[in-house]
């Protein structure tokens, strides 16, 4: 049976992530907070200042990481440190990539991947990687081994050659 647990206006319930004390956590785009409901349903607002934030994404060992997706956008590590990942991707601002930031997947090293018109990795240190360019690249997770990364989207087409004739 569906019940509901919390209500709110805007766009308030992104990338939700489980806490380690059984609640979970969603960023709030409209608000730009990061609202925790507990596992009695009871609700706070841990993070504030997150600049329109999107997805949230937390590695095996706790660290929290926010999509900004305000201008300039950039990912930000919340826990155990409030510190700015990434800003910039081949020396331009994150926005010059293209799309907006839009999910994430964290992983053990400290680093993140994301979806922004394509997908991208960030290591522990902001240097940002892209990996390919999807439409409609969305969703994003890592499996738990850290081998198979899921993301959901359409590959860009590119025209398959006709067979020749005769050939095998």
């Known amino acids: 049976t569906w019940r509901t647990v919390w209500t709110g206006t805007g766009n308030n319930a992104d990338g939700p992530v489980a806490s380690a004390d059984g609640g979970v956590?969603?960023?709030?785009?409209?608000?730009s907070k990061i609202m925790k409901l507990d596992a009695k349903g009871?609700?706070?607002?841990?993070?504030?200042?997150?600049?329109?934030?999107?997805?949230l994404a937390m590695n095996k060992s706790g660290a929290l990481f926010v999509l900004q997706r305000a201008l300039p956008q950039e990912i930000w590590q919340l826990t155990p440190t409030r510190d700015r990942l990434v800003s910039r991707y081949n020396g331009e601002p994150l926005d010059c990539a293209g799309g907006l930031l839009n999910d994430m997947t964290a992983d053990?090293?400290?680093?993140?991947?994301?979806?922004?018109?394509?997908?991208?990795?960030?290591?522990?240190?902001?240097?940002?990687?892209?990996?390919?360019?999807?439409?409609?690249?969305?969703?994003i997770a890592l499996s738990p081994d850290e081998k198979t990364l899921y993301v959901t989207g359409r590959l860009d087409s590119t025209p398959t050659p006709a067979p020749v004739a005769g050939a095998v």
């Open 25 to 31: 956590l969603f960023a709030q785009n409209t608000d």
């Open 42 to 55: 009871a609700v706070s607002y841990p993070y504030s200042d997150v600049r329109t934030s999107g997805s």
């Open 108 to 139: 053990s090293r400290g680093g993140v991947y994301f979806t922004k018109g394509g997908v991208f990795h960030a290591d522990a240190k902001g240097v940002v990687t892209h990996y390919g360019t999807l439409t409609g690249a969305n969703g």
